[in-house]
């Protein structure tokens, strides 16, 4: 089970640090991902990781250099660093776990098979 919180409401250019907290499984053998899903727009994947290991990571070009994606393994818990908003980040931030070791990218749905329930991120 995958929970996610730490969305919220911020203006243009804040920061939020959604995080995902697993149970129910180990997830060191997982590729783990981030996605969103924008109003009337399909859910897109923003980044991955390699849980087990921590890294290397992967980011979509719309989010490079503004967000980060990393975990805490003591804690089985995955977060997203999101710096410099922009009104076109609002969306709901799902996690998703891929069981495999291995993350193929960029990050596609029908990879994943965890998903958690998501979080409202809005920015103005």
Do not use: H
């Not at 129910?24 to 053998?29: F, I, M, N, P, V």
């Not at 009337?40 to 992967?58: C, D, H, L, Q, W």
């Not at 503004?66 to 997203?80: C, E, F, K, Q, V």
């Amino acid at each position: 089970q995958l929970v996610e919180s730490g969305g919220g409401s911020v203006q243009e250019g804040g920061s939020l640090k959604p995080s995902c907290e697993a149970s129910g499984y180990t997830y060191s053998s997982y590729c783990m991902g981030w996605f969103r899903q924008a109003p009337g727009k399909e859910r897109e994947g923003v980044a991955s990781i390699y849980y087990n290991r921590g890294g290397p990571t992967f980011y979509a070009d719309s989010v490079k250099g503004r967000l980060t994606i990393s975990r805490d393994s003591a804690n089985n818990t995955l977060y997203l660093q999101m710096n410099s908003l922009k009104p076109e980040d609002t969306a709901i931030y799902f996690c998703a776990a891929r069981d495999s070791v291995f993350c193929v990218n960029p990050p596609q749905l029908d990879q994943y098979n965890i998903w958690g329930q998501g979080t409202q991120v809005t920015v103005s």
